[in-house]
C-alpha cells in the first residue's frame, strides 16, 4: 500500500468516526464522553487532511480557496497506475 493510500485509508477512519459520532450526538446530544472522543479523531484528523494536502493536493475542491480549478490538473483516480 501506498503512503498517499495509507493517509486515505487514516483520514477515510476518522472521518467515518466523526461522522457516526455526530449521528450518535443527534439522539444524545449530551453525553460529554462522546463530545470527548468526537473531539480526539478531529484533531487526529486535520493533520492527516494537511499532510496529504501538502503532498497531494487538495481532497476536495472545496479544500482549496487558494485556486478553485488546480484540483482538475491532478491526474484522475482511472489516470493512476496500478
Not at 487532511?49 to 491526474?75: C, H, I, M, Q, R
Request: glycine share 4%; hydrophobic share 35%; net charge negative.
Amino acid at each position: 500500500m501506498t503512503d498517499r493510500e495509507m493517509l486515505l485509508k487514516k483520514i477515510g477512519t476518522c472521518k467515518f468516526a466523526v461522522t457516526d459520532i455526530d449521528l450518535f450526538l443527534d439522539t444524545h446530544p449530551g453525553d460529554t464522553e462522546m463530545l470527548r472522543k468526537r473531539d480526539e479523531y478531529l484533531a487526529q484528523l486535520r493533520p492527516l487532511v494537511e499532510k496529504f494536502e501538502e503532498k497531494y493536493g487538495p481532497l476536495t475542491k472545496d479544500e482549496n480557496a487558494a485556486n478553485s480549478w488546480s484540483w482538475v490538473k491532478d491526474p484522475w483516480p482511472w489516470d493512476m497506475e496500478g
